[in-house]
């Protein structure tokens, strides 16, 4: 069972920046994907950035050149740098990780088995 524990989520303006942690209770390098996931009104769900185990990153269009995804697996910990935040990004962003096998849809949160509690962002305008 792997636990994950996001925090860093916080309200700040329209331009700014913030940086989201996600602890996890594994190893980072165990999990074959591991991302981050916005759910806010409107927005189904699926992965704003995600890393595979051999730190192939994918990113949705929507984050690219904004947001920026990374792993410390010595630390066993995910990041998500956020900059340039719009109010459109506010939501609850949840970590998940998918343990078994490589996806072909990493983007998609039904690939994924283990999510934390999640951390809320605010952007206003």
């Known amino acids: 069972q792997v636990q994950l524990v996001e925090s860093g989520g916080g309200s700040v303006q329209a331009g700014g920046s913030l940086r989201l942690p996600c602890s996890a209770s594994?190893?980072?390098?165990?999990?074959?994907?591991i991302g981050w996931f916005p759910h806010s009104p409107g927005h189904e769900g699926e992965g704003v950035a995600t890393?595979?185990?051999?730190?192939?990153?994918n990113y949705a269009d929507s984050v690219k050149g904004r947001l920026a995804i990374s792993k410390d697996d010595a630390k066993n910990t995910l990041y998500l740098e956020m900059n340039s935040l719009k109010p459109e990004d506010t939501a609850m962003y949840y970590c998940?990780?998918?343990?078994?096998?490589?996806?072909?849809?990493?983007?998609?949160?039904?690939?994924?088995?283990?999510w934390g509690q999640g951390t809320q962002v605010t952007v206003s305008s």
């Open positions: 594994e190893f980072t390098s165990n999990s074959f994907h």
């Open positions: 890393i595979r185990r051999d730190s192939r990153i």
């Open positions: 998940a990780a998918r343990i078994y096998g490589t996806s072909a849809y990493p983007l998609s949160p039904n690939e994924y088995d283990y």
